[in-house]
């Protein structure tokens, strides 16, 4: 695939000076808007999860005029509702040293130094913000008995920051926003928009004024204009068909922006969980997470031995492995995800995994029942252990969980600046669809932490400060007529195919090759093949998909079908940007770039860079952002 | 596994609507019963068929998006499990399996197996909050909540919102989710303020959604993927009183 170069990113929009007074300064510098001005304007929220829900619930709360879209029959079933572990937050209630500055400093270097430090300092102050919020709307924390919030301690950190309500923390928080949302829509503020999907943004005079969306029960297809357009629209892991994401999570809303002109960055950064249930057949339609928090005492190992094909308990302690322990003595089975996935697939390699095809390791509970009784771990992970037993048959109190890494989140997205919009004027991504605060690796409890930070405190502030200058005037008709021609032209196109293969059969075949060619390990020859084998397949996807039905319906077969098309090309980009980028960094490892242990090795002197593709029509753009860091040391990064 | 289904089809809200049978083979016990239904979808799509229309997402049992009547129980026969967790080494082979929407006159059918919930979000429009705008909260700290109300809040907030407690009920009542927002939020500080006009407005909204009375049959409870108990219902029903006492 060609591509170009462009000019540099050189200014990202964040304020100068000490980093702990940004924020505040870019909050006093923001203009505002007049309370009876408020009404006039009229603000488009697409995505209902932590991000969305939060950003159109406060929107609303602050007198704008919101329109909220989601696929889903209801704004709080958003994938945001799945998240398990929980958030992070410098609040420091437990006296162990945590402070605003540390949950900084762990997060630029999780993110193994490719983020923003100001970002990163603003979402590290205002978490402790959300806890605050999230309490008062009533989200049921776990509580210890003198009545405080109960905390936990996730991987990459060393102090216990994480608040949690059971396995569910995702879910509760969710709540919290979603009947915060509802408020407002019984207010009147905002108006909700469910089962409708986004499928292009309207650009008028260089600014975005609205989106184009079906009604996915109808089919009809409709516009709907304002003054500013916020994405909140979730993560792509979607793109390797087998993830832990919801299976309608997809890149269709951010994608069609970045055609429109919106930058994606980063976007071959992707989150490989390491505790994930292992693929069991051929029919497999998504992958489920165990908690990361069950690697605070269940002990992951493999056996010593090649091919030991003994039942887990048969194999005694001096056989047994316990991998992350003897490699990374000062974090064990607390290292970052990036770390423990990899080595997970390294053991699998050695021919030491277990399971069904060696592919999985054990994460055993066993010495933490002999220490803290079986009471004490159901009360922790009760929920937890029930899923697991549901899907595999097997009892984790008995037998230790079998785990295996999983696509799980992406830290690409679209580029925003510090006010979180794009370079679409007018247009602000917020949440896992935007590229912007965990580098080339998230720490555990930080999406909740980013898409609540995003949707209650930033993205309302800033947009004001865009929106003080409207309302923007009339939408010019050519170009809504444009956008909505490109749609219709775009779904008559899959129905007319009339082809032999589904749309899911594409969605695998293109899910195992990012799997096997832009996976946990990445080669310059393995991206080449797949920068050859995407396009045919794409070419075939066009000639030979098979979409039943018509488009005045109800008709999954074509929503699924649009989505696929969209990351054909998604995933092109990606390749060409994980071998562009050919140095290793958090969870993008390229195998040529390790160093002696096997650690991913960073090049800082070519690669401290954000790589911001603009979409040409003759190709790609890239425009790099350059990455400077005034208050962390750049350091290799060690967790042993 | 080799199965019979016996699936209802109905093209609109306005189609009469029918069951429809389709033979499956070689299903694997360790499919969810999701997988199961992709797998004959798959094939129907192939066959130039109509697929058959189903809403799910997460399939791990936590969005609430799945729900279908299996065999005539709301999301099948296993306790406080979700359509989507549901596995098919507990179906036999051979066996003829019924496969059903919601029915309440609340959730119409869109189509097929999908319904329309949305009278649950206005039912949590109508007082399922607590007023509370971002940046206006104290520090979470100020309020201690004794462990005990903690997690009796949670164990009611866990309702995933899918409807199988209407579906499952003889009236077609939606008592037990509207009841368990109401109990959420009525066992914590930060809930009391609004707690009596929050009883009142749910619980006439659900009754102007035109779901049904409750009369303690318990079937609701007996579906419920999440295990929320009856006497949530109790509570709701003495919140209530009391909101219309004063
Ligand atoms: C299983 C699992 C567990 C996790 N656990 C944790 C955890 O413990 N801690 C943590 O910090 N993070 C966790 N994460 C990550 C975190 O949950 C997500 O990154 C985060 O919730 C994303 O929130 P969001 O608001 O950006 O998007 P989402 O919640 O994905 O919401 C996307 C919204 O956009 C809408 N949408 C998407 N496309 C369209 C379209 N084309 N048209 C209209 N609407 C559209 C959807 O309807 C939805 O409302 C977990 C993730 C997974 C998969
Ligand atoms: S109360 Fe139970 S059955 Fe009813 S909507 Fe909630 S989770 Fe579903
Ligand atoms: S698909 Fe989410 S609960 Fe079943």
């Known amino acids: 695939m060609k591509y170009t170069e462009g000019p540099e990113i050189r200014d990202a929009k964040a304020p100068s000076g000490p980093i702990e007074e940004r924020w505040e300064k870019r909050k006093f510098s923001a203009k505002l808007v007049n309370p009876a001005n408020k009404r006039k304007l009229n603000v488009i929220v697409v995505g209902t999860g932590l991000a969305g829900g939060s950003a159109a619930a406060t929107l609303g709360e602050l007198g704008y005029n919101v329109k909220s879209f989601c696929y889903q029959d209801s704004p ?109 829509v019984a207010a009147g503020t905002v108006t909700m928009h469910t089962r409708h999907e986004m499928l292009d943004v309207i650009v008028s005079d260089g600014r975005a004024r609205g989106v184009i969306v079906r009604d996915m029960v109808t089919g009809e297809i409709e516009r709907h204009l304002a003054d500013a357009v916020v994405l909140a629209t979730g993560g792509y892991g979607n793109v390797f068909f087998l993830s832990t994401n919801a299976k309608g999570c997809n890149t269709t809303a951010i994608w069609r922006a970045h055609e429109r002109g919106a930058y994606f960055a980063n976007p071959c950064y992707t989150q490989i969980h390491p505790t994930c249930i292992p693929v069991s057949g051929e029919y497999q339609s998504k992958l489920t997470l165990m908690s990361e928090s069950l690697r605070n005492d269940g002990r992951v190992w493999v056996p010593l031995r090649k091919n030991d094909t003994r039942a887990p308990g048969d194999i005694p302690d001096d056989e047994r492995d316990y991998y992350l322990e003897r490699i990374y003595p000062a974090f064990g089975n607390l290292v970052p995800r990036d770390i423990a996935s990899r080595a997970a697939k390294n053991v699998c390699d050695e021919g030491r995994g277990v399971g069904p095809g060696g592919l999985g390791v054990y994460l055993d509970f066993r010495d933490a029942i002999n220490r803290l009784g079986r009471d004490a771990v159901e009360k922790k992970y009760g929920n937890l252990f029930e899923m697991y037993e549901r899907i595999t048959g097997e009892n984790p109190y008995d037998v230790p969980m079998r785990i295996y890494p999983a696509v799980h989140y992406t830290m690409g997205g679209l580029w925003v600046d510090y006010d979180l919009q794009s370079t679409i004027p007018g247009l602000f991504v917020i949440g896992e669809a935007n590229f912007s605060d965990h580098g080339a690796n998230r720490l555990g409890a930080s999406a909740l932490m980013q898409g609540l930070a995003d949707g209650y405190f930033v993205l309302p502030t800033t947009i004001g400060d865009y929106l003080a200058a409207g309302p923007f005037g009339e939408v010019d008709e050519a170009a809504i007529a444009e956008a909505e021609l490109k749609v219709r032209n775009k779904i008559d196109r899959l129905l007319s195919v009339n082809g032999t293969r589904t749309p899911d059969s594409f969605h695998r075949e293109l899910g195992k090759l990012m799997w096997d060619y832009c996976g946990m390990e990445r080669t310059e020859e393995s991206l080449r093949k797949a920068l050859e084998r995407i396009p045919e397949l794409r070419e075939e996807f066009w000639q030979n998909v098979k979409v039943t039905g018509t488009a005045e319906e109800l008709n999954q077969v074509l929503e699924r079908a649009g989505r696929v098309a969209d990351f054909f090309d998604l995933a092109e980009l990606m390749c060409l940007d994980a071998l562009v980028r050919t140095e290793s960094c958090g969870g993008h490892f390229r195998a040529e770039s390790q160093d002696a242990d096997g650690e991913a090795l960073r090049d800082d002197e070519n690669f401290a860079h954000v790589s911001a593709w603009e979409w040409g029509a003759d190709g790609p753009i890239l425009h790099k952002e350059p990455l400077e860091y005034e208050y962390v040391k750049m350091t290799q990064r060690s967790y042993k | 596994m080799n199965l019979t289904l016996k699936v209802w089809r109905q093209s609109g809200p306005s189609d009469k609507g029918r069951m429809v049978t389709y033979k499956v083979e070689d299903v694997s016990p360790d499919m969810s019963f999701l997988e199961m239904l992709d797998v004959l979808n798959e094939r129907l799509i192939l ?200």
């Open chain 2, 47 to 246: 066959e130039g068929d109509d697929p058959i229309a189903f809403d799910h997402d997460c399939r791990e049992g936590i969005c609430g998006m799945c729900g279908m009547v299996i065999n005539g129980v709301a999301h099948g026969e296993q306790r406080a499990t979700t359509t989507c967790q549901l596995h098919m080494r507990h179906f036999e082979d051979g066996a003829t399996i019924t496969i059903e929407p919601w029915r309440a006159a609340p959730f119409p059918v869109v189509k097929d197996l999908v319904v329309d919930r949305s009278a649950f979000d206005r039912i949590i429009q109508a007082g399922g909050f607590v007023s509370v705008p971002a940046g206006s909260a104290p520090d979470a700290h100020s309020i201690p909540v004794r462990k005990e109300d903690a997690d009796a809040a949670f164990d009611a907030a866990t309702c995933i919102g899918c409807g199988a407690c209407v579906a499952a009920c003889p009236n077609g009542s939606a008592s037990l989710f509207t009841a368990a927002k109401i109990t959420h939020l009525s066992l914590l500080p930060q809930g009391q303020p609004e707690r009596l006009s929050r009883a009142k407005a749910m619980v006439d909204q659900m009754d102007a959604e035109g779901f049904g009375g409750c009369t303690n049959t318990g079937e609701c409870t007996a579906v419920c993927p999440k295990g929320i108990p009856l006497d949530a219902i109790a509570r709701m029903n003495a919140d209530y009183l009391k909101a219309n006492a004063k």
């Open chain 1, 76 to 184: 709080r079933r958003a994938h945001s509702i799945a998240a398990q572990g929980g958030i992070n937050a410098a609040k420091n209630y437990r006296g162990d040293g945590d402070s605003i500055y540390r949950l900084f400093y762990d997060t630029v270097k999780g993110g193994d130094f490719r983020a923003r430090e100001s970002n990163v300092y603003r979402l590290a102050q205002v978490s402790v913000n959300i806890i605050d919020q999230a309490v008062a709307q009533g989200v049921p924390f776990a509580r210890e008995y003198g009545g405080l919030l109960d905390t936990r301690s996730f991987g990459g950190a060393q102090v216990s920051r994480t608040f949690y309500a059971r396995g569910q923390t995702g879910q509760q928080l969710l709540l919290g926003a979603y009947q915060a949302l509802e408020r407002q």
